[in-house]
């Protein structure tokens, strides 16, 4: 696995990393957070290029008033989607994570927790 490391991509001085969680294809979904003031939570969609590295694709800022209705329709989410993947059909691709990559793509970054 690529070792998670954003040089470029650092949190700023007042935001804490909680957690970088692994995707399909190469992405990382990384969690950050603001506790001043009002506060906030970040949401980074990254990718990974063997040119660049990490980088990140699209940043979502949530305010805290919506951090806690946004969690329960998200639970809600969770809740109504399958828990096991349907039998994809033979054009469609594979929507899981593989364990383990093929040598001609970089591995997926690891489990982070702040």
């Not at 696995?1 to 954003?6: I, L, P, T, Y």
């Not at 506060?39 to 800022?61: C, D, F, K, N, T």
Request: a neutral charge; charged letters at 20%.
């Amino acid at each position: 696995m690529v070792n998670v490391r954003f040089p470029f991509a650092a949190p700023s001085s007042t935001q804490e990393e909680l957690c970088t969680l692994p995707g399909p294809n190469n992405t990382a979904l990384r969690v950050l957070i603001d506790a001043r003031n009002s506060g906030y939570a970040r949401l980074q969609e990254m990718a990974h290029s063997p040119g660049i590295g990490w980088y990140v694709q699209r940043s979502v800022i949530i305010p805290r008033e919506a951090l806690s209705l946004l969690a329960t329709q998200l639970r809600k989410a969770d809740c109504l989607l399958p828990k096991v993947a349907p039998t994809p059909s033979s054009d469609e691709p594979i929507p899981f994570i593989r364990l383990a990559a093929p040598s001609d793509e970089p591995p997926l970054p690891e489990l982070r927790h702040a």
